[in-house]
């Protein structure tokens, strides 16, 4: 079973291509503004790599976040569009689970952190368990990283993400000796772990409509909070007219 798997949660996005075999292909892109200038040219070089067109792709798998909101939007809409035009099925994977996927069978406490601006952090605690099992122990959120760090109070915790490496020095002073950092290559998001993910999710029948597959924001993006905001002051306004 062939999987195409889209990340472009963060600013390093990427495609990659897997099966049962392992990682066929894979091309990862750092961007200054948006991925849509790029993911389709990332595709093609992905296919002709592992020699296969896309109607030999059996299924799509794309992240849903938390990550960028414009960056969300593109990958989404770029896998909805692929499998309506191939007719084939989707599977959508959580930006923080695919993360943390690659310290599953670690025995550890593990903190994905993604930079959400606005001083927050995309953050979770999961545990991973020597038989592969990962447990999610604080889901998904967007938050202050002082507020996060002072909830975890596990003896070692691992740190990964690009959040980890903007606010090392303030988990370093809030959890001194107790935390622990992934190495650099470790801190983005991978299409390699949305595809063969997705190879897992495919194989339990987990797919997800084109209508249905939507993204995980966490929290509501800065034009509904400006709708949000209007629509508040309207109703004060309202209100005072009125008395």
Same mark, same amino acid.
């Given at each position: 079973?062939?999987?195409?798997?889209?990340?472009?949660?963060?600013?390093?996005?990427g495609?990659?291509?897997?099966?049962?075999?392992g990682?066929?292909?894979?091309?990862?892109?750092?961007?200054?503004?948006?991925?849509?200038?790029?993911?389709l040219?990332? +595709?093609?070089?992905?296919?002709?790599? $592992?020699? !296969?067109? =896309?109607? /030999?792709?059996?299924v &799509?798998?794309?992240? *849903?976040?938390?990550?960028?909101?414009?960056?969300?939007?593109?990958?989404?809409?770029?896998?909805?569009?692929?499998?309506?035009?191939?007719?084939?099925?989707?599977?959508?994977?959580?930006?923080?689970?695919?993360?943390?996927?690659?310290?599953?069978?670690?025995?550890?406490?593990?903190?994905?952190?993604?930079?959400?601006?606005?001083?927050?952090?995309?953050?979770?605690a999961?545990?991973?368990?020597?038989?592969?099992?990962?447990?999610?122990?604080?889901p998904?959120?967007?938050?202050?990283?002082?507020?996060? +760090?002072?909830?975890?109070?596990?003896? $070692?915790? !691992?740190? =990964?993400? /690009?959040?980890?490496? &903007?606010?090392?020095? *303030?988990?370093?002073?809030?959890?001194?000796?107790?935390?622990?950092?992934?190495?650099?290559?470790?801190?983005?998001?991978?299409?390699?772990?949305?595809?063969?993910?997705?190879?897992s999710?495919?194989?339990?029948?987990?797919?997800?409509?084109?209508?249905?597959?939507?993204?995980?924001?966490?929290?509501?993006?800065?034009?509904?909070?400006?709708?949000?905001?209007?629509?508040?002051?309207?109703?004060?306004?309202?209100?005072?007219?009125?008395?």
């Amino acid at each position: 079973m062939n999987v195409l798997g889209i990340e472009t949660a963060t600013q390093t996005g990427g495609i990659a291509i897997a099966n049962e075999k392992g990682l066929l292909s894979e091309y990862s892109l750092c961007v200054g503004a948006t991925h849509s200038g790029r993911l389709l040219p990332a +595709l093609d070089y992905v296919l002709k790599n $592992s020699g !296969l067109s =896309l109607h /030999e792709i059996d299924v &799509l798998a794309v992240s *849903l976040g938390p990550g960028s909101f414009t960056g969300l939007r593109i990958g989404i809409c770029t896998a909805k569009g692929l499998a309506l035009a191939a007719g084939k099925p989707i599977t959508g994977i959580y930006t923080l689970d695919a993360l943390v996927d690659v310290y599953r069978g670690t025995d550890a406490i593990v903190c994905p952190m993604l930079d959400a601006r606005k001083k927050e952090v995309y953050t979770a605690a999961y545990r991973t368990s020597r038989i592969g099992e990962l447990q999610v122990l604080q889901p998904p959120r967007a938050v202050a990283p002082e507020r996060f +760090l002072k909830s975890l109070n596990e003896d $070692s915790v !691992l740190f =990964l993400g /690009e959040g980890s490496v &903007l606010y090392r020095a *303030l988990i370093e002073q809030a959890l001194g000796s107790r935390a622990v950092f992934a190495p650099a290559h470790l801190n983005q998001p991978r299409a390699a772990a949305i595809a063969l993910l997705g190879l897992s999710q495919a194989k339990k029948g987990n797919f997800l409509s084109a209508s249905s597959l939507t993204p995980l924001y966490v929290r509501p993006s800065d034009a509904e909070m400006t709708r949000e905001n209007s629509a508040e002051m309207l109703k004060r306004r309202s209100l005072l007219i009125s008395s």
